[in-house]
T-cell receptor, first 112, second 115 residues
């Protein structure tokens, strides 16, 4: 079945450091790809998404590009802030099975 | 506008009791989903509703779990004869059409603790 693999961390960075969280997927078709974020004490919210190959999703300085050739959707940010500390989840959704399939999540801590 | 709401926010129950969890989706959203978040299993899909029907129940872990949706809006997830392994945060999400490119909007969750 469909699956998502992401680096589990935890990841600890200093403020203004560069962030990459790797995400790869296995799917039979052409899924939509998502990054969701869960801030401490809050619910899951969409960070960004891409619905077809080579699309780039971006939001709040984060970016991810849908790479079909490498089945990847890595999350990047050029300069992280303390307020980016959260758990990040990569996920996919497939036509005909509209549920989200999640990776295990990556906990990011950014220190001042 | 109002987001997805869930009640109760916390529920503590004794093993063997039945519990009901409620979800109010965003108004006008036709698709509704239930997921479960636990430390050991991560985020797991439970069931998907399109309108009042449930075309995908594949994630329900046992026949102790059931869900319904009425009026194309509110949904209730019922767990009968709760077990300790049912302890988790139960999340509800809704999306405008249920199409796989839609964003799913999540509620704050119900934390269930089975003693």
């Amino acid at each position: 079945g469909d699956s998502v693999t992401q680096m589990e961390g935890p990841v600890t960075l200093s403020e203004e450091a560069f962030l990459t969280i790797n995400c790869t997927y296995t799917a039979t078709g052409y899924p939509s790809l998502f990054w969701y974020v869960q801030y401490p004490g809050e619910g899951l919210q969409l960070l960004l998404k891409a619905t077809k190959a080579d699309d780039k999703g971006s939001n709040k300085g984060f970016e991810a590009t849908y790479r079909k050739e490498t089945t990847s959707f890595h999350l990047e940010k050029g300069s992280v802030q303390v307020s980016d500390s959260a758990v990040y989840f990569c996920a996919l959704s497939q036509g005909g099975s509209e549920k989200l399939v999640f990776g295990k999540g990556t906990k990011l801590t950014v220190n001042p | 506008g109002a987001g997805v709401s869930q009640s109760p926010s916390n529920k503590v129950t004794e093993k063997g009791k039945d519990v009901e969890l409620r979800c109010d989706p965003i108004s006008g959203h036709t698709a509704l989903y239930w997921y479960r978040q636990s430390l050991g299993q991560g985020l797991e899909f439970l069931i998907y509703f399109q309108g009042n029907s449930a075309p995908d129940k594949s994630g329900l872990p046992s026949d102790r779990f059931s869900a319904e949706r009425t009026g194309g809006s509110v949904s209730t997830l019922t767990i009968q004869r709760t077990q300790q392994e049912d302890s988790a945060v139960y999340l509800c999400a809704s999306s405008p059409t249920g199409f796989f490119t839609d964003t799913q909007y999540f509620g704050p969750g119900t934390r269930l603790t089975v003693l």
